[in-house]
């Protein structure tokens, strides 16, 4: 049931933002050709509207990932969603990896738009010296399996974060929802709160010696940051959980 819940997200935000990065891969090759030409009049339209479609996906993926959470579960939508055979934690698991899918998908959109550009922009003689190049320092042992395990440790941090930063906004959306009127304000207001909670735990951990003692034992530590965002991640869903499952209030 699970991937079902995950399947209907991914249609309803789909359709909006599948064809916004297909627009944007489409104009990085327009964008590319138009350098490898010297097109200048064109060359600046096309990247006033590579910077713009850019900045939109980013703008409507998060809006579309706090309007999902908010109308499905805490909306309309919710009488029908809360009447499945699906558990309140469930609902929530489901939509942290809906976002987190769609805000890795924006990453790697944004990212073959720019190989894209590349592609068609520089001369084929750069880029078969610049392939050349990268397999020498394979063949070489320049580019290690230490190299790609940090590469691997900062994507999970990344990820890490992603996912406590996502579940403080639906959180903060929860809290806000229990206010009678002025929610979106409520929500606004849960969300510095806890901002600022999550700065004075760290600063009073800090001074405890508590994390600072262990990271001058051993250095900073990918993995432990990312334990400490999924920790975050886990008492903030824990909380939404809380207030979905025993004050929801559709009304």
């Known amino acids: 049931m699970l991937g079902k819940l995950i399947k209907y997200d991914f249609l309803a935000i789909g359709r909006l933002l599948l064809p916004l990065y297909a627009a944007l891969i489409a104009v990085s090759l327009l964008l590319g050709i138009t350098v490898r030409m010297n097109l200048q009049n064109g060359m600046a339209v096309l990247i006033i509207i590579y910077t713009l479609i ?50 890795a998908i924006g990453i790697v959109a944004v990212l073959l738009s720019g190989i894209c550009l590349a592609l068609t922009a520089a001369p084929w003689s750069d880029l078969m010296k610049g392939f050349s190049e990268f397999f020498r320092m394979i063949s070489n042992g320049e580019i290690r399996g230490e190299d790609v395990g940090q590469i691997l440790e900062i994507l999970a941090v990344l990820a890490a974060g992603m996912v406590a930063f996502l579940a403080k906004v639906y959180c903060s959306i929860a809290v806000g929802h229990l206010w009678r009127e002025h929610r979106i304000l409520g929500s606004i207001l849960a969300f510095i709160g806890f901002s600022i909670l999550e700065v004075w735990v760290s600063i009073g951990a800090g001074r405890a010696g508590i994390i600072t003692g262990y990271l001058l034992d051993t250095g900073f530590n990918f993995w432990l940051s990312a334990g400490q965002c999924l920790i975050l991640a886990a008492v903030y869903s824990a909380g939404t959980w809380f207030i979905l499952d025993r004050h929801l209030n559709l009304e």
């Open 54 to 103: 850019i900045t939109a996906g980013m703008v409507m993926t998060a809006y579309l990932l706090v309007e999902r959470f908010y109308h499905n579960l805490l909306g309309n939508e919710g009488y029908l969603m809360f009447a499945l055979p699906v558990t309140t934690a469930d609902h929530i698991v489901e939509k942290l990896l809906s976002a987190l899918i769609w805000t």
